[in-house]
């Protein structure tokens, strides 16, 4: 269980600031669209709600009043109803997507397909932006606050159409990877282990992922995640940490599930003599625990460390230290190393210490530590 957790430590959270306009993405020869934005709402009751296409995918929903949000699918649409602290007038921010039901050379966008939301209440004039591959145009009927309505043309030379026939088999591929990504991110943030775990192969399942990644301190901050190619995924953190993950999507049943998973730090490599310097602090620090000195182990924590140095020392005078602990990962700014402790092995309980350092005047010193229990 330990190998399979240890691969996949990260510290990420969904960010990312929402343009005031609305930004669309749309691929014709696939279906598939992707929607993020804003508008205003003046809701009429505490539970307004909206409607989308029957595959659209929540990726993001965020009110001043929200409290909370469920969803509803059937065969002719997704409903989407808010709960709001109070009945008032406020931003909406929100993203979606998914796969609409449309071929052809010209299709036609309009309330019949749900691409926009089917609000049950009034919204600003927000502007709609829509990005198209090269070759093909749109023409706009309506904006906001009207129920956008639009056509797009394919202007590509009917003698390539086996080419087009083809194009969509890799449009979509690579579509159902960002959706799945975009998935996991998202149910990260939520800090929901159930929808983690739903993406999950039942393998990967049995090594505790799902409730690892739900467990995530809020500290870390937001993340936003870079799909490089079927096999890579760029993360950073507004710390400023980049992780890049090694990932493997296999097809079963109809759906992409995660095979597998694994995490380096990404960006410049630490020197050995750091990483060396690294762990021979921790050993130092796992003997000093192991001799209960508490003067001693005081040396070894920043004065300034935000949860107080008696809090620190208690706490790591509570952890095992008969078993050697290991360091795990490093990032080089700000340095930053992950520490594995089998902290109650009777328990099958394990840590990983989150550390901060910083130089002292004989070793290094911790200045940030944040734990995280691995199961």
Do not use: C
């Not at 505490?46 to 001043?64: G, R, V, Y």
């Not at 009917?158 to 149910?187: C, G, K, T, Y």
């Not at 505790?208 to 993340?223: I, R, T, V």
Request: charged share 20%; no cysteine.
């Amino acid at each position: 269980m330990r190998k399979g957790l240890l691969a996949v430590i990260l510290l990420l959270l969904l960010g990312g600031a929402v343009d005031a306009e609305v930004q669309v993405l749309f691929l014709p020869d696939s279906g598939f669209l992707r929607v993020h934005g804003e508008v205003v709402m003046e809701p009429i009751t505490s539970s307004p709600s909206f409607m989308l296409f029957p595959t659209a995918q929540i990726t993001e929903l965020w009110a001043d009043e929200l409290m909370e949000y469920t969803t509803e699918r059937g065969a002719h649409g997704t409903m989407v109803s808010l709960s709001l602290r109070e009945v008032r007038s406020q931003t909406l921010s929100f993203a979606y997507e998914g796969f609409l039901d449309l071929n052809g050379t010209e299709l036609f966008l309009d309330r019949d397909s749900l691409w926009f939301p089917e609000f049950s209440f009034p919204i600003d004039g927000s502007q709609v932006n829509m990005e198209l591959p090269s070759d093909w145009f749109v023409e706009w009927q309506s904006h906001p606050p009207l129920y956008p309505t639009l056509t797009v043309r394919d202007t590509r030379d009917v003698s390539i159409e086996e080419e087009i026939h083809n194009a969509p088999v890799v449009d979509e591929f690579a579509s159902r990877l960002q959706m799945q990504m975009s998935r996991l991110i998202n149910a990260i943030n939520h800090r929901n282990a159930t929808e983690i775990e739903a993406l999950l192969s039942p393998a990967l399942r049995e090594t505790s992922l799902a409730g690892y990644l739900a467990s995530l301190p809020l500290s870390h901050g937001q993340m936003t995640g870079e799909l490089r190619d079927q096999f890579t995924i760029i993360l950073s953190t507004e710390r400023g940490f980049r992780y890049q993950a090694s990932v493997i999507w296999q097809e079963r049943f109809g759906r992409l599930e995660l095979q597998s998973f694994q995490l380096k730090p990404h960006g410049p490599q630490i020197p050995e003599e750091l990483l060396g310097s690294a762990r021979e602090f921790v050993q130092a620090l796992r003997e000093t625990v192991q001799t209960e000195n508490g003067e001693q182990l005081l040396m070894f924590l920043d004065p300034g460390i935000a949860q107080g140095q008696v809090e620190v020392l208690k706490f790591l005078l509570s952890l095992n230290a008969r078993i050697p602990w290991s360091v795990e990962y490093a990032v080089l700014d700000p340095f930053t190393i992950t520490v594995f402790v089998p902290h109650a092995e009777s328990t099958n309980t394990k840590l990983l210490l989150h550390m901060g350092l910083t130089p002292g005047e004989h070793h290094w010193l911790i200045h940030r530590l944040e734990v995280i229990p691995v199961g």
